[in-house]
């Protein structure tokens, strides 16, 4: 049993919200990210949670950005250009500097993105980068990326934290922050030198504390009670696991910000046996599911799912639809009732049991309430377990980096059927767009059909965010860069 947070947002909100002004603007913009402490962590030895991701793309950037809304800007590359039907991509870098002071140049930044795709990476974007197959510098300014099948998609790749540049040891790169101070789990960041100012520059100055940052990471509820205690400006990393607590906390409506996100928020079969070894059982599961009630447990306006695809995307066909989907919800678990009867006739009469990996947080509680509740209706003894436990379903909630179908099918395909993981590898190898398209499409039809994954909802994704941050937008990656908050301070 995880201890309450609850006790905490009031005891600081309570007693310290309502007692004093709004934040000013002339002082850093501190920021809370939801996860653990915001050290400095390397994408190619793990995932990244919110706050080192966020610590990564403030004192590192990629070739390119993204801005506030979203959208591809420059990083270390001023400019691009993107040839052979996006089989290739050529980067011009700009003037940028490393912590001492030394230029960066192309030949490291080749060499560190291929690290990034090493045989041996653990870098959560690696199935989508092997499809690069070489970094070349072509000049000490340039460098092309070749790939070995046609992606004109690849800027949003590159402009991911798990992409940025940074030197090995050191973890940080060439801005736009620095760490100039770190004091009890909060980092002091400050504008990185420009190398492209004028001589009438030259002279280094103190930031205004306006142009700093200060970073936390830390758990919701203490983000939270920080935020209404007006000692915060900004909370990121908001997900589902914790948005009850926003509204028991009482923040002003106005400034709770949601993300468009779109991605996958389901249940991935970690093997194939038992009970869940036949397409038909895995089936009877996603049936039996209120996705409706269990959205709506947690927020209203929380969308649920029942397809891998959002929308057609990069496939040659509409998001395959399962063969339940017109039936009511009763009538869903009239068959799923019937599928674990035979089962268990077929098996000494026991229910079966099924481990399902959730987070724990009062979100998350709603969700394996409606989930457990679906399980035990139709005939299966759920049991809750801790999310990287020993399990047989385990929920994915992952905000697509970028607008492929792939990704969608390759991050939903953990153990899905060899005839879905053929058209998977044949979408990976087409030679053409058209080909490519055609496969995805193939490989949708034959993973809704398998049910290897579950899909129950979007990703939901909030931040909280003070009046004085007016440059924040809400954006479909969910990505909120440090130096995109407020207009005067660009």
């Keep these: 049993m995880t201890r309450s947070p609850l006790p905490l947002v009031f005891a600081l909100a309570l007693a310290l919200a309502g007692c004093g002004k709004p934040r000013p603007d002339d002082i850093p913009v501190e920021v809370s990210a ?10 190619s030895r793990g995932p990244l949670d919110t706050p080192q991701a966020v610590r990564m793309y ?57 690290r990034a795709i090493a045989p041996r990476t653990r870098n959560q974007l690696a199935p989508s980068l092997r499809v690069i197959d070489e970094i070349v510098e072509m000049t000490p300014q340039v460098i092309e990326v070749r790939l070995r099948q046609p992606r004109p998609d690849m800027l949003n790749l590159f402009a991911q934290p798990e992409l940025a540049i940074f030197r090995v040891g050191e973890l940080d790169g060439s801005g736009p922050f620095r760490v100039t101070e770190e004091e009890d789990g909060a980092l002091l960041l400050s504008p990185a030198f420009d190398p492209t100012r004028t001589q009438a520059e030259a002279d280094p100055r103190e930031p205004r504390p306006v142009e700093q940052v200060r970073l936390r990471g830390e758990r919701a509820a203490v983000a939270l009670a920080r935020f209404m205690a007006r000692r915060s400006d900004l909370i990121l990393g908001g997900s589902f696991v914790d948005w009850p607590l926003v509204d028991i906390a009482g923040v002003d409506s106005a400034q709770v910000q949601f993300d468009p996100a779109e991605g996958l928020f389901g249940l991935a079969v970690v093997e194939r046996d038992g009970f869940l070894e036949t397409a038909e059982n895995r089936a009877a599961i996603a049936m039996s599911i209120d996705r409706a009630g269990m959205t709506g447990a947690v927020l209203d306006a929380w969308t649920p799912s029942e397809t891998l695809l959002p929308v057609q995307l990069d496939s040659a066909a509409e998001p395959a639809q399962p063969d339940w989907r017109s039936q009511t919800l009763e009538e869903r678990r009239v068959v799923a009732r019937r599928r674990v009867a035979l089962w268990r006739r077929e098996h000494d009469g026991a229910p079966p049991r099924l481990r399902i990996a959730l987070p724990y947080g009062s979100g998350a509680n709603r969700v394996w309430a409606y989930i457990g509740n679906a399980l035990l209706r139709i005939g299966i003894q759920p049991v809750r377990v801790p999310l990287n436990g020993d399990a047989d379903l385990r929920l994915i909630d992952a905000v697509a980096p970028y607008d492929s179908a792939r990704w969608y099918l390759g991050t939903a395909c953990r153990v899905c059927s060899p005839d879905a993981q053929a058209a998977l590898e044949a979408a990976r190898k087409a030679g053409t767009i058209e080909e490519r398209a055609q496969r995805i499409a193939e490989a949708d039809a034959l993973l809704t ?42």
């Design 34 to 43: 939801i996860g653990g402490p915001a050290v400095a962590a390397d994408p």
């Design 58 to 114: 403030a004192t590192a950037q990629g070739l390119v950005r993204f801005d506030a809304n979203g959208q591809i800007v420059a990083g270390l590359a001023e400019r691009w250009i993107v040839i052979d039907e996006g089989r290739s991509y050529i980067f011009r870098l700009r003037d940028a500097e490393w912590t001492d002071g030394t230029p960066v140049t192309a030949a490291q930044v080749a060499q560190l993105l291929g």
């Design 449 to 490: 059909r398998d049910a290897a994954f579950i899909p129950l909802a979007k990703p939901l994704r909030w931040s909280i965010v003070a009046p004085r941050l007016d440059a924040w937008q809400g954006n479909p990656r969910a990505w909120h860069p440090l130096d995109q908050l407020r207009n005067d301070s660009k």
